[in-house]
């Protein structure tokens, strides 16, 4: 049974940073793409950033100015460092996983598997 756990997340004020951790593991399959989505109160989730295992990262318009993922295929671990924090950003913040990042990857019903969360809050 594939199982993710987020980690990383915290409270911070406005214009701090802070570095989500999301660890993978119990894959049968292959499972190349892993992806930090987010999801606000009242809000859809949406999609930050995905990455494969050749060191390909897709990322939401939105995001790439102040977030960058990175992946450790070694590990099955997938990072991402949040930069320069706004109240917006309050968020939970899910990793998830499905075998292939080509399609729809920062789209939510793309992927299979998902963590718990980790809780991210900004304050002023």
């Known amino acids: 049974q594939v199982r993710l756990v987020e980690s990383g997340g915290g409270s911070v004020q406005v214009g701090g940073s802070l570095r989500l951790s999301c660890s993978a593991s119990?894959?049968?399959?292959?499972?190349?793409?892993m992806a930090w989505f987010r999801q606000a109160p009242g809000m859809e989730r949406e999609g930050v950033a995905a990455s494969d295992n050749v060191g390909w990262i897709g990322y939401g318009t939105s995001w790439k100015a102040r977030f960058s993922a990175f992946k450790d295929n070694t590990k099955n671990n997938l990072y991402l460092q949040t930069n320069d924090l706004t109240l917006e950003d309050t968020a939970m913040y899910y990793c998830?996983?499905?075998?292939?990042?080509?399609?729809?990857?920062?789209?939510?019903?793309?992927?299979?598997?998902w963590g718990q969360g980790t809780q991210v809050t900004v304050s002023s």
């Open positions: 998830a996983t499905v075998r292939s990042c080509n399609g729809d990857y920062l789209v939510a019903s793309t992927y299979k598997d």
């Open positions: 119990g894959y049968t399959d292959s499972r190349a793409c």
